[in-house]
């Protein structure tokens, strides 16, 4: 944290990089209005805070552009400091020649996710709420958006804050027995702790469950193809990709390699794998092809199997029962009914799905059954957490109670519980930034991008 | 112009496109606060202009954003109408989901350059002001900057409008003459007339003369680097790009093919051609390339003809006497003194410049002698004009001034005199937008980003 220094002016390009109609290039700090005031047509000194001045900013007697300034008065502005953000044209030699003469005037270039740290530091956000800021700009998907906006509104850092109180109340009367422990005196009543602990343990339990979920839904969620060779993997891939082309082609970013394909439907995004044909072989190649089909099956969240209406069905339904285990996340899908229309008619007792892949039947049947798969899974109102450094947290903090809640089983002494009290206050803590090590912060932070 | 109608309110991205860490979205028209009001958490009915508004951004009760509102109302914003900024959090997903909702509650979709042509259709800037916002944010180099924005401030227009003036008040007087044409009369004293005719063409020939600098200033400075085969062309070319590599690096968009390279030295964007070796040959291929070279070099603003410290001087000084029609552009450089260092002494008489492209010697000078002939172009003062458009409609008018002028000395007739000042008067007034037609419009505007 040596380049965070805190009492430094910071300034940076608050907006994508690159040219557009304007740009906001944003300062921070105690001297952000004293350096604006060098630079710009208009004396800062005495507006009101949340007013917008128009004037010019000047290189000494140099033009550099007619811009607007948005004054934001410490602390009623983002990180609590003084902060002025001044929209100018959005020409990139415009944008480096505000900031050069910025840093010139005395502010340095802010460090990558410095004004959200001032933010937290300043209190006027929790960690877990920073940290959201960071998910909320590079989510993609609504699922992701509900997600990182929901925890920088607050999300269940309330919810611990209040268990943690209540825990650190339990604790202090705990080490208050420590020191009378000559006397054998209970302050803490037994019951009513077993009573929190049990709430917490569930509490937690139930957060670092809804990680999984969180965490596809920030990556998108595995969707393994599986199914024989030459059964159409591939030709669904490409039409599940056509079908959505106009959603995915909205949202910047989506990452495409040979084999896997991330898709946006219905605001959730979906990573569909199509993998190696499964049959019975004893080419060495392709069996570790099958293995990896197999093992990004077991990994993924949803399967859909793929069978074919032209060929042998009963051998085909032999194989699905290969991999029992596997069924509860299966959907099973008959490609190339355009080849043998009447299956639909055979196998309609069936819960299987009807697919032409090629002519692009019975696509949006299977998307649907997609969402509504995971939309099962996502109640409204619960929680989600997203970030895997909470989750490893949570976890740590639940290992601790579960070990506070078998001592006060087996009626251990208070100091032995106090240990692990104080552990599970401390990886709480870490989570919403009650506690904090500049290693944290720096981490967490440096992953931010630039002007946040 | 079908697409651009004037009563809709209109809403974009205003910031780059792409993630940071906030973005812009500008909603303008009548309806722009009502728009708001249906989606903002507070309203903004009575709040001042130029004052900023926290709050959230609901679709129904699903929350979109923490944003923050900028209020300019009519007619104190750049439009000239109601006009709200959004700043919110910088996700694809977020703008996306805002520009939605603003569609879906009554706005459209603003057409590039929209929101300047409302600025201009309001009045509150001229056509040319307005065609120097888009140079403006296209700027790449201090020049280019430096023109933009002294057009975007008044520039030459003021002047224009100052010359039309008179010029309409002497066709008026003319015009009045032909009422009376019975009575031959002069209401329009002749003697002034021609004064402020030749003062209009010497204006018109100045910024018509300015238009090649301004353009070259626009698309950077063509520089031709000619010489014989393997005096080192390329590896010079190389050598400046290397040099400048810092610089270039700040400044996006610079585009490079295989033999041209724009590199910004001290705020000047140089665009190098790298050119066929010249000499004499019977090989038909190289006989073309030769000739593009000549070509190349005849364009250029500056040649940069290379000598070869190793090789027979006399021969190379005799090329160079071939092409003596371009020597009033031309830096003699010798190239490879670190081969020959006593080159340097032997020549001194001449006024060459001796570099090492290899070893980067004499680099420095070579731009500063670049940087020098493109300033003694430049007085500081001296209006360029950068826009095809305006040469044009000068040119235009320069034909219809002279024509008046010989009228007035040959003494001929108000009524022919009054068609070609009205003429006159109709391409001066193009320029600055006091005529216009949609096509104008449309082909003005439509060049210009979506969102400003």
Chains 1, 2 share one sequence.
Do not use: W
Not at 167 to 195: H, M, W, Y
Not at 417 to 431: E, P, V
Request: overall charge neutral; hydrophobic content about 40%.
């Amino acid at each position: 944290m040596k380049n965070y220094k805190r009492k430094d002016t910071i300034c940076a390009l608050a907006t994508g990089s690159g040219i557009g109609a304007i740009a906001i290039v944003r300062i921070s700090g105690n001297q952000a209005i004293n350096i604006c005031n060098k630079v710009f047509s208009k004396n800062l000194e005495d507006v009101k805070s949340h007013t917008i001045h128009f004037g010019t900013i000047k290189n000494d007697k140099e033009l550099i552009d007619e811009v607007l300034l948005s004054v934001f008065k410490n602390p009623y502005s983002f990180t609590g400091e003084d902060v002025i953000e001044i929209s100018c044209h959005g020409s990139v030699f415009i944008q480096q020649q505000i900031l050069q003469l910025l840093t010139k005037n005395g502010s340095r270039m802010a460090n990558p996710g410095e004004f959200t740290l001032r933010a937290f530091t300043n209190r006027k956000m929790d960690l877990s709420q920073a940290e959201a800021v960071a998910d909320l700009i590079a989510s993609e998907s609504k699922k992701a958006h509900q997600i990182a906006i929901n925890q920088m509104r607050g999300g269940f850092s309330d919810d611990l804050k209040k268990l943690r109180e209540q825990l650190i109340n339990f604790a202090s009367l705990i080490e208050l027995e420590l020191d009378f422990s000559e006397e054998d005196v209970e302050f803490a009543n037994r019951e009513q702790f077993n009573e929190l602990l049990l709430l917490i343990k569930e509490k937690l339990t139930k957060l670092i469950d809804s990680f999984q979920l969180g965490n596809v839904i920030k990556n998108g969620i595995p969707v393994a193809i599986l199914g024989a060779p030459n059964v159409g993997k591939s030709t669904l891939l490409n039409t599940l990709v056509n079908e959505d082309r106009a959603i995915v082609s909205e949202i910047a970013g989506t990452t495409r390699d040979t084999i896997e394909d991330v898709i946006n439907i219905e605001g959730m995004q979906f990573r569909f794998i199509d993998t190696a044909g499964l049959r019975d072989t004893s080419n060495k190649i392709e069996i570790i092809g099958i293995q990896k089909a197999l093992e990004k099956a077991e990994k993924a969240k949803v399967i859909i199997y793929l069978l074919d209406a032209t060929a042998d069905f009963k051998a085909q339904e032999k194989e699905i029962k290969k991999i029992k285990k596997l069924q509860n996340k299966m959907i099973v899908v008959v490609n190339k009914t355009d080849l043998n229309p009447n299956i639909c008619k055979t196998l309609k007792k069936k819960n299987y799905l009807f697919i032409s892949a090629k002519n692009k039947d019975g696509i949006e049947d299977l998307t649907k059954t997609l969402i509504s798969i995971i939309d099962t899974n996502l109640s409204s109102d619960e929680t989600i957490i997203s970030n895997s450094r909470h989750q490893e947290e949570l976890s740590k903090t639940l290992v601790e109670i579960i070990a506070v809640i078998e001592g006060l089983n087996n009626d251990i002494s208070g100091d032995l519980l106090a240990i692990n009290i104080r552990q599970a206050l401390y990886h709480l803590g870490l989570i919403t930034g009650e506690v904090t090590t500049d290693d944290l912060l720096g981490n967490i932070f440096s992953k931010f991008c630039i002007g946040k």
